[in-house]
């Protein structure tokens, strides 16, 4: 059943407009076999990050037979199942942040301008695609690149900002972080 375009003409263009900002990072690729009688069919499963360096990233994992389609359908999806994650000053997390997901255990630490991506290879990809720049990561647990991508997606759904906690807590920005950093921020942000 297609879909019928909007009025004004615009229909899947705008998807595609917005698609094009977006950054694919290939994780992984792995050859998997299927024994059926007369042998072995071979197919292969990618791991893609998709991410707009602005605070957006998502992942997804796809198998075909060949991997130009493998990754094309990786990539669909990860556009799909994106997430929005609150960033400070657009470049670091805001707190210190734990996730898992099976066996695969990550801790994620924010950290001063000018550190970089301090993580292992699947993390680096999450963290170059959301647009972080400096941050330090480990992986405990497991070696498994699905397995880290999807702890690591588990942490940073677990990320908040200031103003969200205070929403949610019926408080002020300034009783969150206290005085002192509320100024240093306005001192930043007059200074942009």
Do not use: W
Not at 30 to 48: S, W
């Amino acid at each position: 059943m297609a879909r019928e375009p909007r009025e004004g003409g615009r229909g899947g263009r705008e998807r595609d407009r917005e698609g094009d900002d977006l950054v694919d990072k290939l994780v992984t690729i792995n050859r998997v076999a299927k024994v059926v009688k007369g042998g072995r069919r071979f197919a292969f499963a990618a791991l893609v990050v998709v991410g707009d360096q602005k605070g957006r990233v998502g992942y997804g994992a796809g198998k075909a037979r060949e991997v130009p389609e493998a990754i094309r359908k990786a990539t669909e999806r990860a556009k799909r199942a994106m997430i929005r994650v609150p960033m400070k000053e657009g470049r670091t997390l805001h707190h210190d942040v734990a996730g898992h997901f099976g066996a695969g255990k990550v801790v994620l630490r924010s950290a001063d301008a000018g550190t970089g991506i301090i993580a292992g290879g699947p993390m680096r990809a999450v963290f170059e695609s959301l647009g972080i720049n400096d941050v330090v990561a480990k992986s405990l647990g497991t070696r498994n690149p699905h397995n880290m991508v999807k702890a690591t997606f588990d942490a940073l759904e677990r990320c908040a900002s200031p103003r969200s906690v205070a929403n949610r807590r019926g408080k002020k920005v300034s009783d969150i972080l206290g005085r002192r950093e509320v100024a240093g921020a306005a001192e930043v942000s007059a200074d942009v």
